[in-house]
C-alpha cells in the first residue's frame, strides 16, 4: 500500500492545479502584475508626466484583471531581458514580447493578439527605395540590440555592415546618424519609422515595405501551461469581438494589424 502513496499524492496535486480559478492561475499573488515594453509604442505607450500607460498592451491588461476580478500592476521594461528575467524571478506574472525563436528558449510564448511590422528607416534623399536595396556591400544598418530587428538584421543580413546600439538613440541623434552618413539606415518597427519620419520635418524617411512580421504575444515563464490555456481562450474572444481592432485603433497604430490566432 505505501507503494500507491507517491502515485496518490501526484493525482491530488494534480486534481489541486487542474481546480484553480484563472484569477489563482494568472494572479497568484492576488493582483495581475504584467510587464511590457514601455518604449515601444506597438505594445503601448507611457505619459512621460503622469506615467499612465495606455495602448494594445495597458488595454489586454486592464480587461483581464476586470476578467478575473483582480486589481492590477502594469510595469514598463527597458527591454526584452527585464521582461524575460521578470518572469524568471516571479517579480511579474504575465509579459508581452514578439516571438523570437532565441527567447523561446527562456520563456513559453502564448497567444498572439499582434502581427507587427517592421520598416527601415533612411535619411529622404537616400537612394535606398525598398528592403531589397539595403543587403548591399557598403550599406550601415543600425539597430538595438537584443530587439526584434537586430535579431533579424544580424542573421539575415550578408554584405551590408550591421552596426549594434545599446539603447534606441533620441530623435535629434537619429537624424544626425543618418544625415551624417554614419549609418544609411535605423532598423525599426513601422510604427517606429512612421513617427521618426513624422517628427523628422521631412529630414528622414521610413520604406514603404516591411522587411519582417512578427506576431507580439503573450509570454509567460517556462512550463506555465495553465496560463497559456487560460490566455489562449481570453484572446481568441477579444480577438473575435473587434476589441483588439479597436484598440490598435484607438492608439493610431498604423505598423500593425491584429494577428490570425493561427498556431506557429
Known amino acids: 500500500m505505501r507503494y500507491l502513496t507517491p502515485f496518490f499524492l501526484i493525482c491530488l496535486v494534480a486534481a489541486f492545479l487542474s481546480a484553480q480559478s484563472p484569477s489563482q492561475t494568472l494572479a497568484p499573488t492576488g493582483t495581475l502584475r504584467a510587464i511590457f515594453l ?53 517579480t511579474a506574472d504575465i509579459g508581452f514580447l514578439a516571438y523570437d525563436s532565441a527567447r523561446a528558449r527562456e520563456a513559453d510564448f502564448g497567444a498572439a493578439f499582434e502581427v507587427m511590422f517592421n520598416s527601415y528607416l533612411v535619411r529622404s534623399d537616400s537612394p535606398i527605395k525598398k528592403s531589397a536595396d539595403v543587403d548591399r556591400t557598403g550599406v ?29 538613440p533620441p530623435q535629434g541623434e537619429v537624424e544626425r546618424l543618418l544625415g551624417s552618413g554614419e549609418v544609411d ?7 517606429r519609422s512612421l513617427d521618426a519620419q513624422a517628427a523628422s520635418g521631412s529630414k528622414l524617411r ?7 512580421e512578427v506576431e507580439q504575444c503573450f509570454v509567460v515563464e517556462k512550463g506555465a501551461r495553465a496560463k497559456l490555456d487560460a490566455i489562449e481562450k481570453f484572446v481568441a474572444e477579444l ?3 473587434g476589441f483588439i481592432k479597436v484598440s490598435i485603433d484607438r492608439a493610431k497604430l498604423t505598423g500593425v494589424d491584429v494577428a490570425s490566432g493561427k498556431k506557429r
Open 140 to 168: 550601415k544598418v543600425a539597430a538595438v540590440k537584443g530587439q526584434t530587428q537586430e535579431l533579424f538584421v544580424s542573421s539575415h543580413l550578408k554584405k551590408a555592415k550591421v552596426r549594434v546600439f545599446q539603447t534606441m
Open 239 to 241: 480577438r473575435s469581438s
Open 38 to 90: 514601455g518604449g515601444n509604442p506597438v505594445q503601448g505607450r507611457v505619459d512621460p508626466k503622469t506615467g499612465e500607460a495606455t495602448g494594445p498592451v495597458p488595454d489586454l491588461v486592464r480587461e483581464l484583471a476586470r476578467r478575473l476580478g483582480v486589481p492590477y500592476k502594469i510595469i514598463s521594461a527597458p527591454d526584452a531581458q527585464v521582461i524575460l528575467d521578470a518572469l524568471k524571478d516571479n
Open 206 to 212: 521610413a520604406l514603404s515595405d516591411s522587411f519582417l
Open 185 to 191: 539606415v535605423f532598423a525599426i518597427n513601422r510604427q
